[in-house]
Structures are given as C-alpha cells and as structure tokens.
C-alpha cells in the first residue's frame, strides 16, 4: 500500500469512528428527550401513543380514585379545556391534591388513558411547574389569541 492509500485509510477510518461516535451520543440523546403535552394536544392526537412523554396541568376536583389495591390511583389531569384519565401505581407525592398542578410522566395506552411511572406534584402554594403553567395559560387564551 503506498503512502497516499494509508493516509486515505486512517482518514476514512477516523470518519467512520467519529460517525459512530455522534450515532451513539443521539441515540442515548434520543432516550433520555421527554418531551411536555397538555391533555389539549393530547385530545388533538399530537401525543405519540406508546411513547415515554410528560402530562401537565390541574388534577381536576373530584376526580381522584384510590384503587382497591391501595396503591393504585386513577386521577383526571386537565388543562380546562380538556381532560385526560391518568392511572398511576405507586405512593403520590405528599402534595399532590385535587384542584392543584401536576405533572405526569408516563405513556399514553391505545384507549386513550395515560399511564404515569411518576407524579410529581408543586412544592408549594405559589410555584407551578413552568410548563403546567404555560399550558393553562395557553389553554384558557382564546382562540385565535396566538394568531394577533
């Protein structure tokens, strides 16, 4: 091999290892990105179904369920303008309480409930998680407010 096909080599090589190494960083980047839907883009399908994703707005009044287990919860997230069934199994946050924000991570099931792995609830009377926030805000703007 002469000189000029080595250097072509080692530069084709170092390519093909730095390729693989940005493919490997935006796969794990890929796995760890969550992203945030209110139950309005939810109820409009631009949720995707299956896929790991955060939930955010009102645990609406009256809506809590203890299931007969004692650690499942049925509970509906609403952002006032429309309203998703959230099913959770495990211990709530100990602020978590109807009328206040709630953000859920979990997945959407097929019949349209959304199965949460975590709750977590405000830390206090005054904070609400940031997109919760922008969500009702979004939610309660009427429409064709966006569009002045």
Same mark, same amino acid.
Request: aromatic share 8%; glycine share 10%; no cysteine.
């Given at each position: 091999?002469?000189?000029?096909?080595? &250097?072509? #080599?080692?530069? *084709? $090589?170092?390519?093909? /290892?730095?390729?693989? !190494? =940005?493919?490997? @960083?935006?796969?794990?980047?890929?796995?760890?990105?969550?992203?945030?839907?209110?139950?309005?883009?939810?109820?409009?399908?631009?949720?995707?179904?299956?896929?790991?994703?955060?939930?955010?707005?009102?645990?609406?009044?009256?809506?809590?369920? &203890?299931? #007969?287990?004692? *650690? $499942?919860?049925?509970? /509906?997230?609403?952002? !006032? =303008?429309?309203? @998703?069934?959230?099913?959770?199994?495990?211990?709530?946050?100990?602020?978590?309480?109807?009328?206040?924000?709630?953000?859920?991570?979990?997945?959407?099931?097929?019949?349209?409930?959304?199965?949460?792995?975590?709750?977590?609830?405000?830390?206090?009377?005054?904070?609400?998680?940031?997109?919760?926030?922008?969500?009702?805000?979004? !939610?309660?703007?009427?429409?064709?407010?966006?569009?002045?």
């Amino acid at each position: 091999m002469k000189p000029r096909q080595q &250097r072509l #080599a080692l530069a *084709l $090589g170092g390519v093909a /290892v730095l390729g693989l !190494a =940005v493919f490997f @960083v935006l796969q794990a980047f890929q796995q760890n990105l969550v992203f945030f839907f209110t139950p309005s883009q939810i109820s409009r399908g631009e949720a995707p179904v299956g896929r790991s994703f955060r939930i955010g707005g009102m645990v609406e009044a009256g809506s809590h369920r &203890r299931e #007969a287990n004692g *650690l $499942g919860h049925r509970f /509906v997230v609403t952002d !006032a =303008v429309q309203r @998703v069934e959230v099913q959770y199994a495990g211990l709530l946050p100990d602020l978590f309480k109807e009328g206040k924000g709630v953000v859920a991570q979990g997945r959407l099931q097929a019949d349209g409930r959304f199965a949460a792995d975590e709750v977590l609830a405000k830390h206090d009377e005054n904070y609400m998680p940031p997109e919760a926030a922008r969500a009702l805000e979004q !939610a309660r703007a009427p429409l064709g407010a966006k569009e002045r």
